[in-house]
Each structure stands twice: as C-alpha cells, then as structure tokens.
C-alpha cells in the first residue's frame, strides 16, 4: 500500500527510520484554530494525521494543508 502525504519543510524536519506508533487522537490540537480530525504520534512531537480543520468541524477544512499533500511543506509531521 502507498499513502501519499506532505513532509518536512526541509529533509531535517521529518525523521527517517522505524517508529513504534503511539497515542491514538480525534481532534488533535495544533495551534487554534488548527485541528487534525485524526493523529497518531510516531515520535515524540511528530504525527502522522489528517489535514487540518478550523476547529473540531469536518466541514471547515483548510484546503491550503489538503492541496499541499504530496509537497515538502510541514513541521516535521506526516499530513496525509
């Protein structure tokens, strides 16, 4: 299976290697009013998530983070 997702900004922000996934979250809370429908941490800091939405509403994606998958543009975290 292939998932395409949007990565670190530069190569350094997004870590390589084997992660033992942890904390399962709905509604994951960046900064407000950014909220991930769905996150799961792979280290600490860094997620593997949904795009974001303002707020806890399914309705109200950002479509910037949705349309960026597939480009080097997070944190460090893994948006798919």
Known sequence: MTITTASGSTPDKTPVGTFTL???ERW???NEPYFAQYAITYKAGRYLHSPCFDGKNENQIFTYY???IGENSTGGCLRM
Request: without cysteine; glycine residues 0%.
């Open 22 to 24: 942890s904390t399962k």
């Open 28 to 30: 994951h809370a960046f």
């Open 66 to 68: 949705y349309d960026s």
